[in-house]
């Protein structure tokens, strides 16, 4: 049998998924509750909440929410929280997923990674390790965190996964807290020869406070980190090329959430996407298949009822606006979020007058070799 590349397999199970409509990727909430008490989080309950913990799936209950998924079709599944090592069954539930021929990745705080646990990692690796690091000082960091010796704890943690090579990611949120050292945390992991990513968008959290935008970009300030990375400025430009122009659909959802993906919160509760909150179907009285193939479909044919700036806005590709986000901010769900219209407009401005420069400097290139 001949071999191939990973990419390319990937792309041949998406293309087979996608015209079959499978569940390929799914994202698993195993806890809200967190040991850290991050300022920007939508979701950090205290570590002992005593409700949380409560309502949350037991451990049979997740492994047959686990067993249904892959019944259907899942092949990735992203272990997250609040800080899913928190349950005492986190790595039962981490076997159980891999055993059902799963990719698991896991997002962690890093604090609770010990070399038992990264041992267990090390013998059955995941597809990847994701880890927020807040800033490469521990006063940055612990600003962020809002728990002393929580620095130290990530790094340390940080430091077994490159000692046993597991694959790592890291990331950043970028806040008012921790912009000052992004491109020094930046060159930091640079240094780790890992994979680093960096987001300034903030939602509000699941109890409707918006506190976390008290540390929030201002649109400007968003924008000018987009312009400072090389990496998002071309992503933006090809978004810009490719996606610029007015919604051809009709649909209250005209973004991919329900298409491939889904997501699962601690409670059982299912949802197209990560971000919503409000379109859910509880999985304790009733079956994933169900939630799939009837549940998604219904939500997917909602038709937008009204006549709302977004659905004749060309820069709506750049924008993130989504019925979930709306819901969040005005608990309905076709108000535009004001701050992401904003946004979206400054990064067309700045990404599509780059990329006609651009475009006028090859043509003015070719005039002069013709000449």
């Given at each position: 049998m001949p071999e191939i590349g990973l990419d390319q397999w990937v792309k041949g199970v998406f293309a087979d998924g996608d015209s079959r409509r499978l569940p390929l990727l799914g994202t698993l909430e195993l806890t809200y509750r967190c040991n850290l008490d991050c300022v920007q989080c939508y979701c950090n309950?205290?570590?002992?909440?005593?409700?949380?913990?409560?309502?949350?799936?037991?451990?049979?209950?997740?492994?047959?929410?686990?067993?249904?998924?892959?019944?259907?079709?899942?092949?990735?599944?992203?272990?997250?929280?609040?800080?899913?090592?928190?349950?005492?069954?986190?790595l039962e539930v981490y076997a159980h997923a891999k055993e059902k021929g799963i990719l698991v990745m896991l997002f962690t705080n890093g604090t609770l990674l010990t070399d038992h646990v990264v041992d267990y990692l090390a013998e059955w690796p995941p597809r990847k390790v994701e880890i927020t690091l807040h800033g490469v000082t521990r006063e940055t960091f612990e600003r962020v965190t809002r728990v002393r010796g929580s620095y130290d704890k990530c790094m340390r943690g940080i430091e077994l996964l490159l000692d046993r090579a597991i694959p790592l990611n890291l990331k950043t949120t970028v806040t008012t807290l921790n912009k000052h050292e992004l491109w020094a945390t930046k060159e930091y992991v640079g240094s780790l020869g890992v994979d680093y990513r960096f987001d300034g968008l903030l939602i509000p959290r699941l109890d409707g406070s918006?506190?976390?935008?008290?540390?929030?970009?201002?649109?400007?300030?968003?924008?000018?980190?987009?312009?400072?990375?090389?990496?998002?400025g071309r992503e933006l430009e090809r978004v810009c090329e490719q996606f610029w122009g007015v919604p051809s659909s009709d649909s209250l959802y005209v973004c991919g959430a329900g298409e491939r993906s889904f997501h699962i919160d601690p409670y059982g509760h299912f949802a197209p996407c990560m971000t919503n909150r409000a379109h859910t179907y509880d999985l304790k009285q009733g079956s994933f298949k169900v939630a799939w193939w009837d549940f998604v479909t219904a939500m997917r044919s909602l038709q937008a009822g009204q006549a709302v700036k977004c659905r004749t806005c060309p820069a709506i590709s750049l924008c993130g606006q989504c019925p979930a986000w709306s819901y969040l901010e005005h608990q309905d769900f076709e108000t535009p979020v004001e701050y992401l219209c904003e946004v979206a407009h400054l990064r067309a401005e700045a990404f599509r007058k780059r990329?006609?420069?651009?475009?006028?400097?090859?043509?003015?290139?070719?005039?002069?070799k013709t000449l």
């Open positions: 309950l205290p570590a002992g909440d005593a409700k949380a913990l409560s309502m949350e799936m037991s451990h049979d209950e997740v492994c047959d929410v686990i067993d249904q998924a892959a019944e259907e079709g899942c092949l990735w599944l992203l272990l997250t929280g609040g800080e899913p090592l928190l349950r005492s069954d986190f918006k506190q976390p935008y008290s540390v929030r970009l201002t649109p400007a300030e968003l924008v000018g980190l987009d312009l400072q990375d090389q990496g998002r990329h006609r420069a651009e475009d006028n400097g090859d043509e003015t290139a070719n005039s002069q």
